[in-house]
Structure formats: C-alpha cells, structure tokens
C-alpha cells in the first residue's frame, strides 16, 4: 500500500510537469495568444515542403507586416530556426520556419537541392507574397549552414529580397556556382554575415582577410561588429562572431538578436508597426519548458513499468553471485565501453557515408557506428572477459538467457506508452519534444514510416552490449541493494556512458581556446558536433536502461526499449 501511494504521486508529479511544460510552452511560442502558430504545407517543384508559420495578430490585409524565411542546417529542421523565427513575430515580422527537401516533415530529398539550390526557399518566398497580410516589398531571408546557401541562392533567384542573413553557410566552394549569384558590395541587399568563434567548418582570419573585403567594400581586412554601406542604399554589411559552435548558432542569444536588429533596420516590419524593440526573448523559457515536459514524459514513461510488470508477470532476479561484480572488473568494463564507442566513432562514419543504409543522410553513420560499436563490444566480451572479471562468461548462452517474453513484452508496451503521448501531443496541439532538434515526435509520412524498422537491427547489438557492460555484468541486481545504492549505481553509470564524449568534446574546444588549433580540423570537427545532439539521447537511454534493469535484473527490456526509442529518433530526425 505504501509503494502504491508513493507510486500515484510520483505519476501525478511526472503529469504536472508533462501538461505545465507543454502549456507553458505552447503560451511563450504564441507569445501568449499574440502570435498564431501554425504548420502550413508548400508546393514546390511537385514536392510538398512543410513549414512553422509565424503570424502576428497585427498583421492584416490593411496593415501588411514584413515576412521572413528562415532555413535550417543540414541536419536541423524548421523548429531549430523557431528561435529566431519566433522573436521576429513577436516584433512584427510574418515569419516561416522552413523544413528543406528530405528534412524534418517535408517531402522530397537532400539530392532534389541539385536541381533547386534554393531548397524550397524560393517557392516559400512565393508563398509568403501570396498571402495578402505580408508586406511584399520588406521581404528578408535567414539561413544556417546548409540554409545559408539556400537562401542566397532565393535571394539570387527573387530580386525583392532586401535583407539576408548569412549563418556558417553560403560562402566558399559549397555556394559557388551561378545559381547563387556572385557576391559583391551591392548583391545581396543588406547582409549580414554570422559565424561561431569556435565554429571548426571556417577560419576566420581567412574569412575576414581573403573572403569578405570584396563583398564588404573595402580593400582592408573586414572588422568584426563594424557596419560597412549603409542601409539607405541597401549596401549594409556586418560581420558577427559569436562565441559558439555551429551547432548551437541558431540558438545563441547573440546570433537571435542580431539577426532580429538586422531585419527591423533593412525592412522594418511593414505596415502593421507592431515592432517591439524591447521585447526581451521567450525562446529560452520555452526551451526550457519543452525540458520539463520531457521529463514529466520519461517520468510517466519509468512509472508504467509497474503496472505493466504485474500484468506481464515480470520476476525481479533476486540471486546474483558477488563474484560477477567487482570494483576494478567494473572500471575496466567502463573503460573498455568508452574505448569502443570513440574508436568506432570516426570510422565508422565514414562507412556510413559509403554505404547509405538505413537511406537517411548521417543516419546511415550513427546506424553503422552503433552496430560496429556493438558487435565489437560484445567480442570483446566473448574473448576477453576473463581478464575484466577474472573469469571467463559464456557470452552465447549468457545472451541467450536474457531473452524472455515478459522482457519483450515490458520493453515493447512501454515504448508504446511514450511513443502515444508523444503522438496525441503533436497531432492534437503541434507540440514536439526537442533538445537542440526535435528527438521525439510524429512519424510524418510512409517513407519514414518504413525507414523505422531498419534501424532496429543496428541500434540491439548496441544496447545489448552496453546492458551487458554498465549493467549485467557491473551492477547488483536492484531492489536488494537500497534506494541510495541504486541512485549511486545510477549515477556511476550515467558517468561512465557520458563522460567519455564529453571529455573528447572538453578536448576539442580546450585545444582551440588554448593553442588556437583544432583537434579535429573541418568535417571531422563537424561530425563532433554531433555528439552535442547525441550525448542527450544517450542520456535519456542510459536512464531508462538502468530502470529496467534495476526494476528487472535483465539486461534485454532496456535494449529493446532503447533499439525501439532510438529508431524512432533516427528515423524522424535525419533527411532522406
């Protein structure tokens, strides 16, 4: 009875924090009913494309407000530029949040960009002059990274463009050709140039030495933060670096900030003449609103374990030999999981360039690291347990003990549990769960829909090695050892999952402040960058698989919860 009671407040702690943060949420992204918020599908080239509308209620056919594009990165969608796209509407501006070919809830494929550089800016372009409440001659574009280009090919392709803001993107080889235009002194109009300081895809001193004078017009070295042109004559040009990586740009405050003073300076915001100035930013408060949903949702997620376990008949195991746990074989099965997961990293992301399978663009990479991981992993294991234990483990039928029906019934109704309340959240009020990208949300089409179950036979082998390195063979079997040894199990194992990746971020950034170099230069440092996305998940995974263990004693429920959570990811995160 006590367990019960502790368990029902529990659940009714985890639903105030599931419904404050989705409402808290939902009030700050329509700046609390003065916005309207809502997902529009364009047409382009035959491909439907999906998009984030931002509209102000001041923004009427008889007052016409300044409309805005802004589009994603290579690996983002349209809810990663909702940041900025959001403090515009909240000044005045229409803005629309775009999802590129193949990305997020668009149709199409990253390889429709060859015949339309643009990406499906310029048809969102079109769209915004079809609406009789934007203003259709204060129009601007905002792009980051593979967005950039994308807009400065619109803004090519549209002579009414009067403002473009350039983010780690749309300079150098990758935006050269005629379709983007030739940049000069007076093309584009009024642009704004933004790259992170520790962004690892540009050198700045090659940037403001070599690329920028001619765009900027001058024969010297281009100053950071100093206006050059004017926008009188629409030659306005600035250059901004923000102290962040490339990932996170569209995020940081100065880069939002920027780009919103930019915008009211070059167009204004029309008609309506709703700016405001000192409005202050709600993006951050609405991050962190989002976080507190998601964690009501992994709280309500861990609670329907215990109805599920009774219905299923799921047994704890209660014995557990002292003999498989020992504090130095546990170090070195933490090292040795650490060791695997780095090397394979690198590697393996280059086969999965190579070989595109699962076909998402980076999915195939994450796919390929995490089998390669996993499969050595558990050689290791099979081979040489003997030296990290003291004694040899019969992986084969080790492995094969784990599997039981209650165990695959638990994982597979638990992940339903989480996968429903993430649906019925955005079917019913467009509301996703995203840390930096959105993580958790709608399967939006049969194409991913069918990608889903191609990632599951990647993502086991991994966590099935990994239950066996930081859980089966490391941890006393749960409820036997206490709460206060359970949290400190906890806690030790999320260190030893996290730690790693984060000490070989902590060395990447520290070389570059300390020596001005970088560890790993260019598209490797990019590739790093991702493991800024993925830690998180990892995180949230490592979470549930020390509950299910804990609550269970068996190491298959949380791999197949955590196979099934992580296709989910990978298949509605990644572009065709």
Known sequence: MKHSKIRLISLIIMLVFLLSGVITTLALDSDFGKVEVQTVSIPANDIQLSALLYKPKSARASSPAAGVVLAHGISGSKEMMSSIGLELARRGFVSLCLDLYGHGKSQGAVEDGRRD???????????????????????GLIGHSLGA???????????QINALVLIAGGLGDVANGQQYGSLNSTYPRNLLVVVGKYDSLFELNTLTSQVLPAIFGTHEEVT????????SSKTARKFVVPLTTHLFEPLDSVVVSESVDWMEKAIGVGESGEGNANAGFFYPQREGSIAIALIGLIGITFLSFFPIGEFVQAKLQKNRKESEKTLFGSGRLYSAWAVVNLTMFIPMFAIGSLVAFPPLVFGSSVAWWMLGSGLIGLLILSKFSKRFLGKRI???????????????????VSFLILFSI????????????????PILRDISSMNRAIVFPLFFPFFLPYFVAESMFLHELTQW????????????????????????????LFLQYSVKIAFGIWLLPSF???????LWLIVPIFLIACSFSWWFYRRTGNALSSAVFNALLMSWIASVVFPF
Do not use: C, H
Not at 149 to 159: C, E, I, L, T, V
Not at 477 to 504: C, H, V
């Open 117 to 139: 550089p643009s990406f499906g800016v310029y048809s969102a372009i079109q769209y915004l002059k079809s609406k009789s409440f934007v203003n259709n001659s204060a129009l």
């Open 149 to 159: 280009g994308a807009a400065r090919a619109a803004s090519f392709q549209d002579p």
């Open 224 to 231: 950071q933060g100093v206006l050059y042109g004017n926008f």
């Open 394 to 412: 019969a992986i084969r039928q080790k492995l094969a003990g784990l599997f039981t029906k209650e165990g695959l019934i638990l994982a597979v």
């Open 422 to 437: 993430t649906i019925v959240l955005a079917v019913f009020f467009n509301f996703g769960f995203r840390i930096i990208s």
């Open 477 to 504: 079997t749960p409820s036997e050892q206490g709460n206060w040894n359970g949290l400190r199990d906890y806690f030790t194992t999320i260190f030893a999952k996290i730690a790693p990746f984060m000490f070989l």
């Open 524 to 530: 490797a440092g990019f590739l790093l960058e991702f």
